[in-house]
T-cell receptor, first 116, second 112 residues
Framework: KAGVTQTPRYLIKTRGQQVTLSCSPI?????VSWYQQTPGQGLQFLFE???????NKGNFPGRFSGRQFSNSRSEMNVSTLELGDSALYLC???????????????FGPGTRLTVL | SQQGEEDPQALSIQEGENATMNCSYK?????LQWYRQNSGRGLVHLIL?????REKHSGRLRVTLDTSKKSSSLLITASRAADTASYFC????????????FGKGTTLSVSS
C-alpha cells in the first residue's frame, strides 16, 4: 500500500498570505490528524478528522482550519500567516480499529512551510 | 501542553552499544507509543504498549511501561549508525476523545 502523501513538500509564503496543505491517507484509513512541529514547541496536535467530521481540536487559533473529503483526503488551511507559523506540518492517518480512541499513526513526510 | 517528557534530551553512543531513553507522563493513559523521526522527515511508528502491558519487544527494541510511576523506557540494543534519529513517546490519555500527546523527543546519535 502507498504511504501517506503530503503536498506540497516545501512552501514559502509571506506574512498575511494564506496557505492550503493537502494530505492523502493510506488507503482504507478514515482518520487523519495534523500536527505542527517546531524546534521550540515540538510536535503539537492541530486537529483530527474522521469520516469528514472534526473529532478533536488542539489549542490553535481559528486561523488554522481543516476539512476532510469523502475519500478521506484532508486539507488544512492557515490564513493570515505569521512568522511563527513557519514549521513542519505533519499529517498522519490511522485505522481506528482497536477500539482505542487513537490508534497507531502513520505519518507523511511533512510540508515544510517557511513564512517570510 | 506536553504530556510526555523524554530523558535525556540528547544521547551519543558508539555502534554496538545499547541506548536507553525514558519517558514520563502526567495523566492516566490507554496506551503509549514510541516513534522515530529521521532528520526533518515524517515520524515512523516503532511500538505500542497498552496500559495493561508491562513489557514489549520488537526486534532490537524493548519497551517497558510502569503505570504506577507514569513512565516508560525504550531500549535499543546493539545500536547501529542507522539508528541515529529523534525518538518520541506519545501517550493516549485515558479520556474519551483525546488525541495523542507527543513529548519533545530524545535525539540519538550513533557513531561508527
Amino acid at each position: 500500500k502507498a504511504g501517506v502523501t503530503q503536498t506540497p513538500r516545501y512552501l514559502i509564503k509571506t506574512r498575511g498570505q494564506q496557505v492550503t496543505l493537502s494530505c492523502s491517507p493510506i488507503s482504507g484509513h478514515r482518520s487523519v490528524s495534523w500536527y505542527q512541529q517546531t524546534p521550540g514547541q515540538g510536535l503539537q496536535f492541530l486537529f483530527e478528522y474522521f469520516s469528514e467530521t472534526q473529532r478533536n481540536k488542539g489549542n490553535f487559533p481559528g486561523r488554522f482550519s481543516g476539512r476532510q473529503f469523502s475519500n478521506s483526503r484532508s486539507e488544512m488551511n492557515v490564513s493570515t500567516l505569521e512568522l511563527g507559523d513557519s514549521a513542519l506540518y505533519l499529517c498522519a492517518s490511522s485505522l481506528l480499529t482497536s477500539g482505542s480512541s487513537t490508534d497507531t499513526q502513520y505519518f507523511g513526510p511533512g510540508t515544510r512551510l517557511t513564512v517570510l | 501542553s506536553q504530556q510526555g517528557e523524554e530523558d535525556p534530551q540528547a544521547l551519543s553512543i558508539q555502534e554496538g552499544e545499547n541506548a536507553t531513553m525514558n519517558c514520563s507522563y502526567k495523566t492516566s493513559i490507554n496506551n503509549l507509543q514510541w516513534y522515530r523521526q529521521n532528520s526533518g522527515r515524517g515520524l515512523v511508528h516503532l511500538i505500542l504498549i497498552r496500559s495493561n502491558e508491562r513489557e514489549k519487544h520488537s526486534g532490537r527494541l524493548r519497551v517497558t511501561l510502569d503505570t504506577s510511576k507514569k513512565s516508560s523506557s525504550l531500549l535499543i540494543t546493539a545500536s547501529r549508525a542507522a539508528d541515529t534519529a529523534s525518538y518520541f513517546c506519545a501517550t493516549e490519555p485515558n479520556q474519551a476523545g483525546t488525541a495523542l500527546i507527543f513529548g519533545k523527543g530524545t535525539t540519538l546519535s550513533v557513531s561508527s
